[in-house]
């Protein structure tokens, strides 16, 4: 797979969105917030919850979740969220366990089956995980809204030139 391309692929998708910059850079960090959080199995139904709620886009949360949390990046992501909520909670969690875990949601074992393995984890894994993750996820969502803001401001002033430059040549 080149990275290249792909870079350019996801490129392309965000600046084929339309509608409220506010709207997609929003729905861009609420994408970003949620890939950061270890609930693998919940993503989609806490994208499109959340994106209903704050009414915004529920594309760009999706292209946004699927940019930071892949097969690719999964296993940094609950390296840092591990890390981060041992060191802020009275429990500690071992590599060990987390890759079990991972080895079976890899398999796309299905919602229930990828809770059950969660369950297994134990109460206390998963405040770790949640922890950590949220508070790696915190930041990136603010500053991923303000980049994708600026982002699509400049592609509607971009739209706005061309269609003005048309108008006046009609």
């Given at each position: 797979?080149?990275?290249?391309?792909r870079?350019?692929?996801?490129?392309?998708?965000?600046?084929?969105?339309?509608?409220?910059p506010?709207s997609?850079?929003?729905g861009?960090?609420i994408?970003?917030?949620?890939?950061?959080?270890?609930?693998?199995?919940l993503?989609?139904?806490?994208?499109?919850?959340?994106?209903?709620?704050?009414?915004?886009?529920?594309?760009?949360?999706?292209l946004?979740?699927?940019?930071?949390?892949n097969?690719f990046t999964?296993?940094p992501?609950y390296y840092?969220?591990?890390t981060v909520?041992?060191?802020?909670?009275?429990?500690?969690?071992?590599?060990?366990?987390i890759e079990e875990a991972?080895d079976?949601l890899?398999?796309?074992?299905?919602l229930p089956?990828s809770?059950?393995?969660?369950?297994?984890?134990?109460?206390?894994?998963?405040?770790?995980?949640?922890v950590?993750?949220?508070?790696l996820a915190?930041p990136?969502a603010?500053?991923?809204?303000?980049?994708s803001?600026h982002?699509?401001?400049k592609?509607?002033?971009?739209?706005?030139?061309?269609?003005?430059l048309t108008?006046v040549?009609?």
């Amino acid at each position: 797979m080149n990275i290249k391309r792909r870079a350019k692929y996801f490129y392309l998708k965000f600046r084929r969105q339309e509608g409220d910059p506010r709207s997609l850079a929003f729905g861009t960090a609420i994408g970003v917030f949620i890939g950061f959080t270890p609930t693998v199995p919940l993503h989609t139904i806490l994208i499109v919850l959340s994106s209903l709620v704050t009414r915004t886009s529920i594309i760009t949360a999706m292209l946004a979740n699927t940019l930071i949390c892949n097969p690719f990046t999964y296993v940094p992501l609950y390296y840092l969220a591990t890390t981060v909520g041992n060191i802020l909670t009275p429990y500690e969690l071992t590599w060990d366990r987390i890759e079990e875990a991972l080895d079976l949601l890899l398999l796309h074992p299905g919602l229930p089956r990828s809770l059950e393995v969660f369950a297994d984890l134990g109460y206390e894994a998963v405040i770790v995980l949640v922890v950590g993750g949220t508070v790696l996820a915190l930041p990136c969502a603010i500053v991923s809204y303000f980049l994708s803001l600026h982002f699509f401001l400049k592609i509607r002033q971009k739209r706005r030139q061309k269609h003005t430059l048309t108008k006046v040549i009609s």
